[in-house]
């Protein structure tokens, strides 16, 4: 499968931003697709993701309540709404994606194959 993030940008503390991840190329079938973020110095850290068939979904604690991850199955992309964004979640977003993966290890950046490249979030304060 091919990712391809998209929607990055600069925007203020308070607002909202949507980054895409478009998935072309293989079955959908057992696929999760999740967002990560890295900042300079710092490792990969999961941010949400969901499994396309179903659609069971977690979240980071440091984002529950404000981002909101959703698969547009027309368009076959993963979209990740951040609200009330914050300075802190200043990085650089990837999509990764993993098939047949076991809810528990949702989090695991390890367990994913393939990633798309990354879209920069910039947050003013």
């Known amino acids: 499968v091919q990712l391809q993030a998209s929607g990055g940008g600069l925007v203020q503390a308070g607002g909202s931003l949507r980054l895409s991840c478009a998935a072309s190329?293989?079955?959908?079938?057992?696929?999760?697709i999740s967002w990560f973020r890295q900042t300079p110095g710092k490792e990969r850290e999961f941010v949400a993701g969901m499994r396309w068939r179903g659609g069971s979904s977690a979240y980071a604690d440091s984002v529950k309540g404000r981002f909101t991850i959703s698969r547009d199955n027309a368009e076959k992309t993963m979209n990740l709404r951040m609200n009330g964004v914050k300075p802190e979640d200043t990085a650089v977003y990837y999509c990764?994606?993993?098939?047949?993966?076991?809810?528990?290890?949702?989090?695991?950046?390890?367990?994913?194959?393939?990633w798309g490249q990354g879209t920069q979030v910039t947050v003013s304060s």
């Open positions: 990764a994606a993993s098939y047949r993966l076991i809810h528990g290890r949702i989090r695991t950046k390890d367990a994913y194959t393939y």
């Open positions: 190329g293989s079955t959908f079938n057992d696929i999760t």
